[in-house]
T-cell receptor, first 109, second 113 residues
Framework: DAKTTQPTSMDCAEGRAANLPCNHS???????VYWYRQIHSQGPQYIIH???NNETNEMASLIITEDRKSSTLILPHATLRDTAVYYC??????????FGTGTRLTIIP | EAGVTQSPTHLIKTRGQQATLRCSPI?????VYWYQQALGLGLQFLLW???????NRGNFPPRFSGRQFPNYSSELNVNALELEDSALYLC????????????FGAGTRLSVL
């Protein structure tokens, strides 16, 4: 799995868009980018994934740069319930997930 | 549709005892994964079961074991409990061949005294 780098923590005002970056400069051509989040004391929750095109679902948008070396998860209108640790995972296989330290996102009222 | 369910929610044991944790996957999911999350630490992969077989295990001693039943539910057993086994144990399930999209339960918090 390609190594990922995420900021340790970020703050975002409630109602604003939260933009969470992830660097994955060693990503290979067949590796996807996956995002999960873990709200305090709960199990992780799958958010979104993509290969090279931008993706959007009911939870978030994923923007992947053209060279695929970085991506950004966008929560369009952050709420207090979006406070969580967000994990960016890059992989191809379908076995275990390897969670790094993630970004602790705090939504400020 | 019911999500991944885990039982019990909390489990208190003493050192040296055995603990059994249970997981029921989402209907239609054949793969089950177990993870350990010690306080303040990240999720560590424990075991992966698919179609009743153990497919992969993480870097944990043999006293961590499990099985998957014909109905795809799973059990995690931890023998000879040690204080450092205190953690949140999370179970996840996925469709066959789609292990990158896993759905997690709420976990079992194991406390070893």
């Amino acid at each position: 799995d390609a190594k990922t780098t995420q900021p340790t923590s970020m703050d975002c005002a409630e109602g604003r868009a939260a933009n969470l970056p992830c660097n994955h400069s060693t990503i290979s051509g067949n590796e996807y980018v996956y995002w999960y989040r873990q709200i305090h004391s709960q199990g992780p929750q799958y958010i979104i994934h993509g290969l090279k095109n931008n993706e959007t679902n009911e939870m978030a948008s994923l923007i992947i740069t053209e060279d695929r070396k970085s991506s950004t998860l966008i929560l369009p209108h952050a709420t207090l319930r979006d406070t969580a640790v967000y994990y960016c995972i890059v992989r191809f296989g379908n076995e275990k997930l390897t969670f790094g330290t993630g970004t602790r996102l705090t939504i400020i009222p | 549709e019911a999500g991944v369910t885990q039982s019990p929610t909390h489990l208190i044991k003493t050192r040296g005892q055995q603990a059994t944790l249970r997981c029921s996957p989402i209907s239609g999911h054949t793969s089950v994964y177990w993870y350990q999350q010690a306080l303040g630490l990240g999720l560590q992969f424990l075991l992966w079961y698919d179609e009743g077989e153990e497919r992969n295990r993480g870097n944990f001693p043999p006293r961590f074991s499990g099985r998957q039943f014909p109905n795809y539910s799973s059990e995690l057993n931890v023998n000879a409990l040690e204080l450092e086994d205190s953690a949140l144990y999370l179970c996840a399930s996925s469709l066959a061949g789609q292990g990158n999209i896993q759905y997690f339960g709420a976990g079992t918090r194991l406390s070893v005294l």
